[in-house]
C-alpha cells in the first residue's frame, strides 16, 4: 500500500531551509524566461498573484478563468483579514509564534517547513499589498491596524473593514491586469479547465471548454498551476460561492495528481442558519465578530422566550464556560462542535431552533454603538438584509457550515504535485494548514504561494528544459483528450433524464453533510460509502440537460461539476474512515476523551494520507507521506 | 417570521443569444417563501423549466454575498431592484408582496452586449483597468508597510471608493450609459493614496480615455449613485474629472522630473 512520499523539504535547521533553498535552486536567465510559457488555471489571491509576478519576472503567462472578469474569483468574499508575524502591536507576535500557533491550529498535521516558510514570507505580503494601494485600516496616526482572531493570543491580522478578501484580490487583479496591459499575460475567461494532458510522464499542458461558445480547446505550455480553489461545494450548502468547484484538481487527480487528505475539512461556526428547504447557500459572517460578539444559547432546552427576556443567570455562555483562556475565540473546529452539540441537545435558537446566539449587547453597551458600527457595520447591514433583524438589537443567530477545505492537490515543498510540471498554490493544494486551517491564514497562504514561493520553486524546474523541444498541441495525446471531454459533455446531454444536476448535488450535499460532516463514525462513513456510488449510478441514468454544448449551457457546465464531485465525495469518505483518529476539522466519534475533545493518534496517524486514481472512486490507492516534526513536539490542543 | 407569496408573475427578458432579436417571456411563481433570496427564486424557476425539459433562464451569478459583482438584473426597471445599497444576490423576497408582477431584464447599455437571456459581457470593464488601474510595484523590493503612514481619513476615503465591485449597475442605471462611477472610483482610490501619486495623471489619462472608447459620457444624471449597491458616492467623479483636467493641461513631462 504504502509509498513514502518524497516531499523534497530543504536540509540545515528550519528557520534556514527557505533560504537553503533559494542559495540552492536552479535559476533561469532573465532573457531565457520568455521561452517559457506557464499556464495559470484560476484567477484568485492565488493565481493572480502568480500570473503578475511571473509574468514581471519575463516568463510568458496565460491566466484561465470560469468568470466573466479574474476579479469575481471567490477569494473575494474573505471578510476578516490577513495574518502576518510584523509585530506592529509589540504583544510578543514572530515569525516563530505565527509558525507555532499554524502548526498547533492545524492540530499538528502540517508540514513544518512548508508552515515555517510561510510565516517567514508572510511579512513581505503585507509590503507588498500596501505597496499596491490596498486600503488597509489604520489608526489616527496612519499606521496600520490589526486585530485579534481565533486561535492566537497576539493582534497579528490586517484587515480593510469586511472586505478584505475584496481588497487583497482587487489589489493581486489589477496588478494582474497591468501584466494584461502591457501584453505579458494572456487572458481567457469565460474559460473553464475540463482535463489535464500529461505526455511522458509530465504535464504537458491542459483542454479547456469555453463557456460561451462550447468550443473545447488545447493549450501546451512548459507548466501548469492549478490555483482552482477548493472542494467546499461538495456539502452543496457552503459558504463557498455557487460556481466553486473542485473538476480542475480532480481531474489532475484522475491523470495522476495524488489527493491528500480529502477529509479535512473546516466548518466555519459563524455563518447563518439555514432558513428553507430551497436555501442555495449559506453565508458567512465573518469570525471577527466573535472579538466582540459573546455566543450563548438558553439553559433550559425549552425557554422560548426572545432572548432580550433571558436572564442572564439563565443563559450558557458555552465557550466562556468550556474555554475560559480564548472563550468566544476558541479555534473554529472547537466552536464550530460546541455549537452542534448546543443544538443537538435541544438548546437552539430561532424558528427552526438550528442556531446559536451571538450577542453585542455587551460590547455595545461597553463601546457604544458607534464603535460597534465603525468595526462590523458592513457584517450588520449583510445579516439584516439576509434575515430582516437588526443585530443591534436582537443578538444573531449562528450556525456552522462548510467554508475552506485543508485537503487539495499533494504538493512537495515547491508546491510541485506528483505529475511533474503540474503545480497546485492556495486552497487547491493540501500543504499549509493540517487539519484545520486559523482565521486569516487563507488570505496569507494565497498570496504567499503565489508571489513568494512559486515565483521562485518554478524556475528550479523550469531551468533543465531550457531549449528543449515540449509536446505542442498537435501532440497526438492532446486529440485524445479534447475527444473525451467532448465526448463526456455530450454524454450529459445524452442521458434524457429527469432530474436536474442540482437536485443530484443537493442530495449528494445532504449525505456528505450528514455522514462526512461535523463528526464522522465508521458506521455513517460505511453507510456514505454505500448511499453515494447508488446515487451515482442513479446521476448517470436519470440525469437531465436540457439544451446543446455549442452555446451557453449553465446546466451542462454544472453537469460536469455535479459528475466530480460524486467521485470525490467517495474518495472524502474512505479517507474519514481510514484515519482512526481525531484531528482537527476530522472528528471520529469514536475517538474522544470523556469530555468530548478531540482525541489524536501521533503514533499511528502522524502523516498525511495522498490517494493515488485507480480509475475506480471507490477503489483509490492509499500512500503515506510521514510528518518528522522537528522542532514542535506534539501537545494535545488545549484552548482552556 | 416566514410567511409565504402566492401568485407571482414574472416577465423575464429571454434571448437566444447575440443575433436573436430577444422577447419577453411570462412566467408563474404560485408559491415561494419570503425567506427566499430573489435568485433562489429563479433557481426554482429554473429547477421547474428542466423538470417540463426547456431550458432554463440563463443569468450571471456566483457569491450571492453581494461581494464579487457577477449578478445584474433590471427588476421593474431598477438596476439590482428595489433595496437601496443591495446587489440582486441579497435582494430577497420579503421585499414583494403577493400577487406582484416583476420584470426581469438585463443590463441595458451598448457596452454591455447580451450574450444568453440575462447574461451580458462586461468585459469593456477590464479594459479600462488594464488602462491604468493599477499602481505599478512589481513583487518584492516594496518598503516596510509602515514607512508610508496614511492618515485615517484618507485610508477611509480611498476604502469607500475601493469597495466597487465591479457589477455595472452604474452603466445600467445611466441614461446615457456611461461608466463614470466604475472608472471615478478606482481612479478616486488609487489617487488619494500616497502610493499612487507617481502615476496620477497618467492614471487618470489612460483610464478616461479607455473608458470613453466603449461607453457613454457623464451629464451628471446621478442614476449611478442611486443604483450602487456599494452606495458610493458620486463625488469620486469630481475628483476624476479635476485630474483629467489637471493631466491635460499640465506638462506631464515637466512634472514628472519635479
Not at chain 1, 516563530?96 to 513544518?112: S, V
Not at chain 1, 499542458?205 to 463557456?211: A, C, E, S, Y
Not at chain 1, 438584509?385 to 487539495?408: F, L
Not at chain 1, 437531465?544 to 467517495?570: C, H, I, P, W, Y
Request: hydrophobic fraction near 35%; proline fraction near 5%.
Amino acid at each position: 500500500m504504502t509509498v513514502t512520499l518524497d516531499a523534497k523539504i530543504p536540509a540545515g535547521p528550519l528557520a534556514d531551509k527557505w533560504d537553503n533553498f533559494k542559495a540552492d535552486e536552479k535559476l533561469v536567465n532573465p532573457a531565457n524566461k520568455r521561452k517559457f510559457k506557464i499556464l495559470i488555471v484560476g484567477t484568485g489571491l492565488a493565481g493572480a498573484s502568480a500570473a503578475a509576478t511571473l509574468a514581471e519576472l519575463g516568463y510568458q503567462v496565460e491566466a484561465f478563468t470560469f468568470h466573466d472578469s479574474p476579479r469575481r474569483a471567490h477569494s473575494i468574499a474573505a471578510q476578516g483579514g490577513i495574518n502576518a508575524a510584523k509585530n506592529y502591536k509589540g504583544d510578543g507576535d514572530s515569525i516563530h509564534r505565527l509558525f507555532y500557533d499554524t502548526i498547533k491550529g492545524g492540530d499538528f498535521r502540517a508540514r513544518e517547513a512548508n508552515v515555517h516558510r510561510l510565516a517567514q514570507v508572510s511579512v513581505d505580503i503585507i509590503d507588498q499589498m500596501v505597496a499596491q494601494g490596498v486600503p488597509f485600516a489604520r489608526e489616527y496616526g496612519g499606521l496600520l491596524d490589526n486585530r485579534s482572531f481565533g486561535g492566537a493570543q497576539v493582534s497579528r491580522t490586517f484587515y480593510a473593514r469586511g472586505q478584505t478578501g475584496q481588497q487583497l484580490l482587487l489589489g493581486a487583479y489589477q496588478q494582474m491586469a497591468r501584466q494584461v496591459g502591457l501584453g505579458n499575460v494572456k487572458l481567457w475567461n469565460r474559460t473553464e479547465l475540463v482535463d489535464i494532458v500529461v505526455v511522458d510522464g509530465r504535464c504537458a499542458g491542459i483542454v479547456t471548454r469555453d463557456l460561451l461558445t462550447g468550443e473545447v480547446r488545447s493549450h501546451s505550455g512548459h507548466a501548469v498551476v492549478l490555483c482552482t480553489g477548493g472542494y467546499g461545494n461538495a456539502f452543496f450548502l457552503s459558504t463557498n460561492a455557487m460556481a466553486c468547484n473542485t473538476s480542475a484538481i480532480w481531474r489532475a487527480h484522475r491523470r495522476g495528481a495524488y489527493f491528500a487528505n480529502p477529509c479535512y475539512t473546516q466548518i466555519h461556526p459563524t455563518c447563518i442558519p439555514q432558513s428553507d428547504e430551497f436555501q442555495s447557500k449559506l453565508t458567512l459572517m465573518s469570525e471577527s465578530l466573535r472579538n466582540d460578539g459573546r455566543v450563548w444559547v438558553p439553559k433550559n432546552a425549552d425557554d422560548h422566550r426572545p432572548p432580550h427576556q433571558i436572564p442572564e443567570d439563565e443563559r450558557d455562555y458555552y465557550l466562556e464556560r468550556l474555554y475560559p483562556s480564548f472563550g468566544n475565540l476558541a479555534p473554529r473546529d472547537i466552536s464550530s462542535r460546541a455549537a452542534k452539540r448546543a443544538v443537538d441537545s435541544g438548546r437552539g435558537v430561532g424558528p427552526l431552533k438550528n442556531g446559536v446566539y451571538l450577542d453585542f449587547s455587551d460590547a455595545i453597551g461597553r463601546l457604544g454603538k458607534a464603535v460597534v458600527e465603525e468595526r462590523y457595520g458592513n457584517l450588520f447591514e449583510m445579516y439584516e438584509r439576509i434575515t430582516g433583524e437588526n443585530p443591534y438589537d436582537v443578538p444573531m443567530r449562528i450556525y456552522p457550515a462548510s467554508h475552506y477545505t485543508m485537503g487539495g492537490l499533494w504538493v512537495d515543498y515547491e508546491l510541485m504535485t506528483t505529475i511533474p510540471g503540474l503545480y497546485a498554490a492556495g486552497e487547491a493544494n493540501f500543504s499549509d494548514h493540517g487539519a484545520n486551517r486559523l482565521g486569516a491564514s487563507a488570505l496569507m497562504q494565497g498570496l504567499s504561494d503565489g508571489y513568494f514561493v512559486l515565483p521562485y520553486t518554478i524556475s528550479n524546474y523550469l531551468a533543465p528544459w531550457l531549449n528543449k523541444p515540449i509536446p505542442d498541441t498537435s501532440h497526438p495525446e492532446f486529440a485524445k483528450v479534447e475527444a473525451e471531454a467532448r465526448d463526456r459533455f455530450r454524454q450529459y446531454l445524452s442521458v434524457g433524464g429527469t432530474r436536474s444536476p442540482d437536485w443530484f448535488h443537493r442530495e449528494l450535499g445532504k449525505i456528505i453533510w450528514d455522514y462526512c460532516g461535523m463528526e464522522r463514525s465508521r458506521e455513517g462513513l460505511e453507510k456514505a460509502l454505500g448511499e453515494i456510488p447508488a446515487l451515482y449510478a442513479e446521476f448517470q441514468k436519470d440525469l437531465r440537460v436540457t439544451g446543446d454544448a455549442e452555446s451557453v449551457n449553465q446546466t451542462l457546465e454544472k453537469a460536469g461539476r455535479v459528475d466530480d464531485f460524486f467521485q470525490l465525495g467517495m474518495v472524502m469518505c474512505q479517507d474519514a474512515l481510514v484515519r482512526e483518529e481525531s484531528c482537527g476539522g476530522h472528528f471520529r466519534v469514536e475517538h474522544q476523551t470523556e469530555e468530548g475533545e478531540a482525541l489524536r493518534n501521533d503514533d499511528e496517524f502522524a502523516h498525511v494520507t495522498a490517494w493515488e486514481w485507480s480509475g475506480d472512486p471507490t477503489r483509490p490507492i492509499e500512500h503515506r507521506e510521514q510528518l518528522e516534526y522537528e522542532v514542535v513536539k506534539f501537545q494535545t490542543r488545549s484552548y482552556k | 417570521m416566514t410567511t409565504t407569496l402566492t401568485n407571482l408573475t414574472l416577465k423575464i427578458w429571454r434571448q437566444d443569444g447575440p443575433g436573436d432579436a430577444g422577447r419577453f417571456e411570462t412566467y408563474q411563481i404560485p408559491e415561494i417563501s419570503d425567506e427566499a433570496s430573489f435568485l433562489e427564486m429563479l433557481d426554482v424557476l429554473n429547477e421547474r423549466l428542466i423538470g417540463e425539459g426547456t431550458e432554463p433562464v440563463t443569468f450571471d451569478h456566483d457569491c450571492r454575498e453581494g461581494i464579487c459583482g457577477t449578478c445584474s438584473l433590471m427588476i421593474d426597471g431598477q438596476a439590482h431592484g428595489p433595496q437601496r445599497g443591495t446587489a440582486t444576490c441579497q435582494l430577497h423576497m420579503r421585499k414583494f408582496q403577493s400577487g406582484d408582477t416583476i420584470v426581469i431584464e438585463p443590463w441595458r447599455a451598448s457596452a454591455f452586449p447580451i450574450i444568453k437571456d440575462l447574461m451580458v459581457d462586461r468585459s469593456a470593464f477590464d479594459r479600462i483597468v488594464e488602462a491604468g488601474g493599477y499602481i505599478s510595484a512589481d513583487t518584492g523590493g516594496a518598503p516596510d508597510a509602515n514607512l508610508i503612514p496614511i492618515p485615517k481619513p484618507v485610508a477611509d476615503a480611498a476604502m469607500d471608493a475601493a469597495a466597487c465591485i465591479g457589477c455595472g449597475a452604474c452603466v445600467a442605471a445611466c441614461p446615457n450609459g456611461a461608466a463614470n462611477l466604475f472608472t471615478a472610483a478606482k481612479v478616486t482610490h488609487l489617487n488619494l493614496l500616497p502610493q499612487g501619486q507617481a502615476e496620477r495623471f497618467k492614471r487618470v489619462e489612460a483610464m478616461v480615455e479607455t473608458m470613453d472608447e466603449y461607453f457613454g459620457s457623464c451629464t451628471n444624471h446621478g442614476e449611478c449613485e442611486a443604483a450602487c449597491p456599494k452606495e458610493i458616492s458620486i463625488d469620486v467623479i469630481a475628483l476624476m474629472n479635476a485630474d483629467y483636467r489637471k493631466a491635460k493641461f499640465k506638462n506631464r513631462k515637466a512634472l514628472s522630473r519635479i
